[in-house]
């Protein structure tokens, strides 16, 4: 399994990026998936998630209050990648975001992205 989180990079304070997690080897739309992120001399965090539609049932998202009215989370189920769009990004969001299932699973973590808000 690969999970490949790209899109990251420096942009300026109220600036957008557009992360994308590429999966081989691992159906998304099978699970919850989310987005995490992790700061230097913090423990990683969950940022945003996105249920499972494969039921038919309509996907469920969730987002950490300090991301939330932001962030967007998105699915492409028939190319099997997971998006997160963010928007007025702030300094506090510097961090490097990866995407893993929920419960996520230590042999799924890639290399995430490296996103920097900064001046």
């Known amino acids: 399994v690969q999970l490949q989180a790209s899109g990251g990079g420096l942009v300026q304070p109220g600036g957008s990026l557009r992360l994308s997690c590429v999966a081989s080897?691992?159906?998304?739309?099978?699970?919850?998936v989310a987005w995490f992120r992790h700061m230097p001399g913090q423990p990683r965090e969950a940022v945003s998630s996105?249920?499972?539609?494969?039921?038919?049932?309509?996907?469920?998202?969730y987002y950490a209050d300090s991301v939330k009215g932001r962030f967007t989370i998105s699915r492409d189920n028939s190319d099997n990648v997971l998006y997160l769009q963010m928007n007025n990004l702030q300094p506090d969001d510097t961090a490097v975001y990866y995407c893993?299932?929920?419960?996520?699973?230590?042999?799924?973590w890639g290399q995430g992205t490296l996103v920097t808000v900064s001046s």
């Open positions: 893993n299932v929920v419960p996520s699973r230590a042999d799924y």
């Open positions: 080897g691992v159906t998304l739309d099978r699970y919850t």
């Open positions: 996105i249920s499972s539609e494969s039921r038919g049932s309509e996907a469920i998202r």
